[in-house]
């Protein structure tokens, strides 16, 4: 993305992308290192487990999908540790969301589900369907998509 001046990141915990809610780093090379993220870019993202993911034509994500995030025989409040939803506030960085018409791996819901979220907060988060695009399409990765993120990280770091 030739953003190379820029400094990005992100944080995991129990292998779930926190898209940056999390507010530091704890430990690792980088203690010394601002870790406030002052902007976030997501593709087609599980955003909350504890409302029923589905699909548009509603059928149910399957199971093993969950587990993968989760575990076989995940608790509620687990469901909820792992929803990005859950950790949004007043200090969300802005969020930049992109998924696919026709994602047939997590469902397009999951995403307007973190839109709306964001937006009910009066956050700033920006949300772009891309027509006719399945799960992870080489479209997500063009010029027109890399323009629209660049921009973005500009205007918001």
């Not at 699909?55 to 687990?78: H, I, N």
């Not at 956050?123 to 993120?149: M, N, P, Q, R």
């Amino acid at each position: 993305y030739h953003l190379h001046h820029l400094k990005l990141s992100y944080q995991k915990w129990k292998g779930i992308c926190r898209y940056g809610l999390l507010p530091t780093y704890e430990q690792g090379d980088w203690l010394k290192e601002d870790s406030i993220v002052h902007a976030v870019v997501d593709y087609y993202g599980m955003t909350d487990f504890l409302n029923d993911p589905f699909y548009e034509d509603g059928r149910e994500v399957p199971s093993w999908m969950l587990e993968d995030f989760l575990s076989k025989s995940y608790t509620k409040e687990e469901a909820r540790e792992a929803s990005v939803t859950s950790y949004i506030d007043k200090n969300t960085p802005p969020f930049l969301i992109f998924h696919g018409e026709h994602d047939g791996v997590v469902p397009i819901g999951q995403s307007k589900i973190l839109y709306e979220k964001l937006k009910e907060n009066n956050l700033k988060a920006d949300f772009y369907t891309i027509e006719k695009a399945g799960h992870g399409d080489s479209c997500f990765y063009g010029d027109e998509v890399k323009h629209i993120i660049s921009k973005y990280l500009l205007d918001n770091i």
